[in-house]
C-alpha cells in the first residue's frame, strides 16, 4: 500500500493511508496514547495538515483536548510536509541543498514552497523562544 501510494501521490514516502486504515481496523485506545497529563512544563507541539506519513494534525488536537497540567502550545500548518523541522536544524542536517530535498521528498513542498518555507522558519522562531524561556525560568529557579 505504501508503494502505491508513494507512486499515486509522487511523494518520496506515503504512508497515511495505511496509517489511517490501520487506525480504522483498530482504534487507538486510552492505553496506547501518549500520556501527556503528568507533563510539568511546557509541551510545543507542530505538524502540519500535508503531512503524507500520518494525520499528525488530526494527532495534535487529539492531544490538546485531553485533560493535562502542562503549558501547551500547538500550531498545526496548512502547508508543511512531514519535516516541519525548524529551518536552521534542517540547514544543520543537510547543509547543501535542503530546501531542494524536501522538494523531491514531499509533493507539497513542490506544490506549496513558500508556504512551506515561511512553516521552517517560524517554527524555527517558536523553537528559539521555548528554549530562550525555559532558560530564563531555570535561571529565575535559581535566584
Excluded at 79 to 94: A, E, I, N, R
Excluded at 98 to 103: D, I, M, N, R
Amino acid at each position: 500500500m505504501i508503494e502505491k501510494e508513494t507512486k499515486r501521490t509522487g511523494d518520496m514516502i506515503n504512508s497515511r493511508k495505511l496509517f489511517d486504515d490501520s487506525e480504522k481496523a483498530h482504534p487507538i485506545t486510552e492505553d496506547e496514547m501518549i500520556k501527556i497529563e503528568k507533563i510539568h512544563g511546557t509541551l510545543l507541539l507542530i505538524g502540519a495538515e500535508d503531512d503524507v506519513l500520518w494525520d499528525t494534525a488530526k494527532y495534535i488536537r487529539r492531544m490538546k483536548e485531553h485533560p493535562h497540567t502542562c503549558r501547551l502550545e500547538f500550531v498545526i500548518y496548512e502547508h508543511g510536509t512531514h519535516f516541519v523541522f525548524p529551518d536552521s536544524m534542517l540547514k544543520t542536517m543537510l547543509p547543501v541543498g535542503s530546501g531542494l530535498f524536501v522538494k523531491l521528498a514531499f509533493q507539497a513542498a513542490r506544490k506549496y514552497p513558500e508556504e512551506c518555507r515561511r512553516a521552517r522558519l517560524d517554527i524555527d522562531q517558536r523553537v528559539r523562544n521555548a528554549v530562550a524561556e525555559w532558560k530564563n525560568r531555570k535561571e529565575t529557579e535559581k535566584i
